[in-house]
């Protein structure tokens, strides 16, 4: 996985991630036969980083993403954390991420207080004209 942080400028080169290149991605996140938390870290990053996404990523994207959180049944503060990346860094809470929410709420075994407020949030959201702070 590793050779594919090289690879991430000139995957994002023109700010998409087509086809081609979720092939490549699914490559390297598969390389070593199993996803842990530095594969969701990199597939996060890439989602943050990209202008817009195929729906092929998304196809690798969502079910990598929940086998790694839903790892041993509960949301803890460090998948919190890719979470809300997900959600939020891009300037843009997709559908998909809201229904990816529902689904993993659904499918732990245990959820923190804080992922509550995290899903409840993010349902409530505006898919875009929003702003974290900053600037």
């Known amino acids: 996985m590793g050779r594919l942080?090289?690879?991430?400028?000139?995957?994002?080169?023109?700010?998409?991630?087509?086809?081609?290149?979720?092939?490549?991605?699914r490559h390297y996140v598969q390389e070593d036969g199993k996803?842990?938390?530095d594969d969701l870290k990199l597939l996060v990053e890439l989602l943050s980083e990209a202008d817009e996404v195929c729906p092929a990523f998304d196809a690798l994207f969502f079910p990598a993403?929940?086998?790694?959180?839903?790892?041993?049944?509960?949301?803890?503060?460090?998948?919190?954390?890719?979470l809300l990346k997900m959600l939020y860094s891009d300037g843009c809470v997709r559908e998909s991420e809201k229904e990816f929410l529902v689904e993993l709420?659904?499918?732990?075994?245990?959820?923190?207080?804080?992922?509550?407020?995290?899903?409840e949030e993010a349902l409530d959201t505006h898919p875009s004209?929003?702003?974290?702070?900053?600037?």
Do not use: C, M
């Open 5 to 25: 942080h090289e690879f991430r400028s000139e995957l994002l080169r023109d700010g998409k991630i087509t086809e081609d290149e979720v092939e490549v991605i």
């Open 35 to 37: 996803l842990d938390l």
């Open 65 to 82: 993403a929940r086998e790694v959180i839903l790892a041993d049944g509960r949301i803890g503060f460090d998948e919190q954390f890719y």
């Open 105 to 119: 709420h659904r499918e732990a075994s245990e959820v923190t207080p804080e992922f509550e407020a995290l899903v």
């Open 129 to 135: 004209n929003w702003s974290v702070g900053g600037r």
